[in-house]
């Protein structure tokens, strides 16, 4: 194994300061995060992830001026067994800082919103004291992820595979005694259990996926494997590429484990931003990419990948038409999204799919932080309007006391749901701002030219439409619902009149909110340009190309892009027809349930896939759980095995073999015999004691005699 | 010259002396002269070993057993009044009251 290439130039030797910069700002928070202030905790955690970011920009710098060489910066050892070699090392090339920009980029930007959701979210819930704790977790979110895309071999990566599998289950549970409404309940910890559960799942298949390649390879470091990859037998590879698929399933939610991901939008929106839309969740296609090399060996490994994420794309397209939620028709959004995106990685498409990665990130992020204000808004418009309401009808006392007692559940009135849609509407002119940012983060999403979201769509479209048809089929089709579901969404929130009083009341967010939005919302404007498909603007294209080796830069495809458009511009205008011209009033039934019954009742219930899982896995599962704790371990283990045989046993043979008579005349008449004996041979010594000095002496001349005597004689 | 038996033969003689008088007599101050007998005869038997083999050694430990007994007539004889003292008698039969 070479240690790492001596580089002279560029700023490799930050590498390691990419984990330690947010590992700093969270053991500032930890220890001091009780005496800060809010905004010095806010500070000190985004400057941070700011850190992370300008080292990430100066890595990518000198990634550049060294042409794309690959740089491992071995900054500790760490296992060295035998022939395995593992040391912590930091792979730096154009792949991986793409991951790093992304993640720190997107992240910074989100602890800055934090600083604003945080102030007010840790209020409404009445506990300010977590605040610190959230950045702290963000810190290290951010931390354990510059792991995960930093790493040099397969290993190294699960480290911070774990690690931000870890913080999505912290950030999840944030509102652990809560649900998601604020009262108390198990229901927000549940969220967070089951996306740690499900993540378990695909950690599975990750692991044995790395246990086949040491098997094989006897190697993790990506190289090595690669290396010996070329000439393994086809069917290792494809055992590798298939439980790898398993762990990318978990955790980028692909079929068939997607069910963590919308129970994930229990934790505070800018977790759903950063970690459940922007980053960890693209973990997985990070992984497929990375391992590029494996999988372009192997078709149908790569055939099967394509065909989940576009079923994924489609299928999560469905769910989100029927959700009421507005974070989670975001997270089936996301779910789809992703499925893109693995299709993208599983047809080869790796440039196509890391461009969406990217643009995906800035859109969603943005449509997710954005929804966060809108949320906030709702919420700040609901305690006016209750404020007022209360004013009128009780006195100022009741209403102090009253958030205490609605967290603790005595609430006399139904809770109001700040996160549905259905309590929203004409929100365009209360929030002014975020509403033309959730527009610009909706027209990315949709695809409409010139945002972000289109470019790189449809570089995915034009990949599938070139290899796989089915794959383009599919994702076409979802692409027509990500634009209807989307424009449901708008309609919903921002037009019409106001269907409850919080809507009416709603408020604009603070500058430290909508600031870091609308630097997402240029980047969702101008993302495309990354990678746009004309020649000479494949900059995406040839910056992975150090890494990836081969890549096809495709010209735009006429037909296809105008394929896309039109079907986005028809969902678009079939959402007006359904939503826009005639708009929901407060407690009317979805328009779409009077004209697409079943379909639309199928989606509103998730396909009910939830109670597929609960069926099938769940219930028996707990069922063998109480077969084992109840008959195998009490009754066979406890009442049988140990009360009836060892404790009865013991019983019969204590009584039988140990009773009176055995005890008296043989236990007890051995130790007092002993006893006796003692004492009789005790009174014949004593005799010897008898006080005179000169006897003594007469002993002493005796043994001398005795002594010297033998030794004479001898 | 006398031969070296001859010396061993007197301080043979001079120790089963010193011992008869440990064992039968009573008086304390008569077991402590019987005690420095034993001693001397002793340095007899050295003093003439040593002449015998031609070394010092026997000389100079002869040289310790004396300081030693000057010890032990100081502390022996310490004891012996103080015993005195108490018991208002030197008869050693009469200091029993360790018996078992």
Redesign the interface.
């Not at chain 2, 200091?95 to 078992?100: D, E, N, V």
């Given at each position: 194994m070479h240690l790492a290439e001596t580089v002279n130039s560029g700023f490799f030797f930050l590498a390691p300061w990419l984990v330690f910069a947010p590992v700093v700002g969270l053991l500032i928070n930890l220890i001091f995060g009780k005496r800060l202030s809010e905004t010095m905790i806010g500070t000190v955690a985004s400057l941070a992830s700011g850190a992370a970011f300008v080292i990430s920009v100066l890595l990518a710098y000198s990634v550049s001026v060294n042409h794309g060489e690959v740089v491992r910066w071995q900054l500790a050892e760490w296992i060295h067994i035998g022939t395995l070699q593992l040391d912590w090392t930091f792979r730096v090339d154009s792949l991986s800082t793409t991951m790093m920009l992304v993640v720190s980029g997107v992240g910074t930007l989100i602890h800055i919103y934090a600083i604003g959701y945080m102030h007010e979210d840790v209020r409404f819930k009445n506990d300010v004291g977590r605040y610190a704790r959230f950045f702290i977790f963000l810190n290290l979110f951010i931390a354990m992820m510059m792991i995960l895309v930093s790493g040099d071999s397969y290993l190294m990566l699960f480290v911070g595979w774990e690690g931000v599998g870890l913080c999505s289950f912290l950030l999840i549970g944030f509102w652990y005694e809560l649900d998601t409404l604020g009262r108390p309940s198990w229901a927000n910890s549940n969220a967070a259990k089951k996306a740690f559960i499900v993540n378990r799942i695909g950690d599975f298949g990750f692991l044995i996926a790395a246990f086949i390649m040491f098997w094989a390879f006897g190697s993790f470091q990506f190289d090595e494997v690669f290396e010996a990859a070329q000439h393994a037998a086809p069917g290792i590879i494809l055992a590798i590429t298939l439980f790898m698929l398993i762990g990318v399933a978990g955790k980028s939610a692909q079929i068939p484990l997607y069910v963590w991901l919308p129970d994930a939008m229990a934790g505070p929106t800018p977790v759903s931003a950063l970690i459940h839309a922007a980053t960890m969740v693209t973990a997985g296609v990070y992984l497929i990419t990375r391992s590029a090399e494996l999988y372009t060996l192997v078709p149908q490994a790569q055939y099967i990948v394509a065909l989940t994420g576009a079923v994924t794309a489609l299928f999560a397209a469905t769910i989100a038409v029927g959700q009421y939620d507005i974070k989670k028709v975001l997270a089936y959004s996301t779910i789809s999204q992703l499925g893109f995106m693995v299709a993208a990685v599983g047809m080869g498409a790796f440039v196509a799919g890391m461009f969406h990665l990217v643009t995906h990130a800035f859109f969603k992020a943005l449509l997710f932080l954005s929804a966060g204000s809108v949320i906030l808004g709702l919420e700040r418009g609901h305690h006016h309007a209750e404020h007022a309401h209360a004013q009128a009808h009780h006195n100022n006392k009741h209403i102090k006391g009253k958030r205490k007692e609605e967290r603790q559940g005595n609430a006399h009135e139904e809770v109001f749901d700040p996160n549905d849609m259905r309590n929203m509407g004409g929100m365009r002119k209360t929030m002014p701002v975020t509403f033309w940012l959730y527009m610009i983060g909706t027209l990315a999403l949709a695809g409409i030219v010139p945002f972000a979201g289109l470019w790189s769509k449809d570089e995915i479209l034009l990949d599938a439409s070139l290899h796989y048809p089915i794959v383009y089929w599919l994702l076409s089709i979802a692409a027509f619902f990500t634009a209807f579901y989307m424009g449901r969404q708008i309609w919903m929130v921002f037009f019409g009149e106001p269907r409850h009083a919080a809507a009416a009341h709603a408020e604009e967010s603070p500058r430290v909110i909508t600031v870091p939005l609308m630097v997402l919302a240029v980047l969702s404007v101008i993302g495309g340009v990354l990678n746009l498909p004309f020649q000479g603007f494949h900059n995406l294209g040839h910056w992975l190309e150090y890494t990836l080796h081969e890549v096809e830069a495709l010209p735009l495809n006429l037909g296809v892009a105008g394929i896309s458009t039109v079907l986005a511009l028809l969902a678009i205008a079939a959402s007006w027809y359904i939503y826009g011209r005639n708009q929901l009033r407060a407690g009317e039934v979805d328009p779409l349930k009077q004209r697409l019954g079943a379909f639309f009742t199928g989606a509103e219930n998730k396909w009910y896939v939830d109670e597929l899982y609960h069926a099938i896995i769940v219930t028996p599962f707990a069922k063998i759980s109480q077969f084992l704790a109840d008959v195998i371990d009490w009754r066979f283990w406890h009442d049988w095995f140990h009360e009836t045989v060892i404790a009865g046993t013991y019983n019969w043979v204590s009584n039988i073999a140990l009773n009176r008579y055995a005890d008296q005349r043989g236990i007890d008449a051995v130790a007092n015999g002993l006893g006796d004996v003692t004492q009789w041979f005790s009174t014949i010594?004593?005799?010897?004691?008898?006080?005179?000095?000169?006897s003594y002496?007469?002993s002493v001349?005796l043994g001398v005699v005795l002594i010297v005597g033998y030794l004479i004689l001898k | 010259m006398v031969p070296v038996n001859y010396y061993i033969v007197l301080s043979a003689i001079l120790f089963s002396i010193g011992?008869v008088g440990?064992?039968?007599r009573?008086n304390a101050l008569i077991?402590f002269m019987s005690v420095e007998l034993m001693l001397n005869a002793a340095n007899l038997a050295f003093v003439a070993f040593s002449s015998v083999i031609k070394s010092f050694s026997g000389q100079i430990f002869v040289f310790f057993v004396i300081a030693v007994a000057a010890a032990e007539v100081a502390v022996g004889l310490a004891l012996i009044v103080e015993i005195f003292k108490s018991k208002r008698s030197i008869d050693?039969?009469q200091?029993?009251?360790?018996?078992?």
């Open positions: 010594l004593r005799k010897v004691q008898n006080g005179f000095v000169r002496a007469l001349l | 011992v440990v064992l039968v009573r077991i050693v039969d200091m029993s009251s360790l018996k078992g």
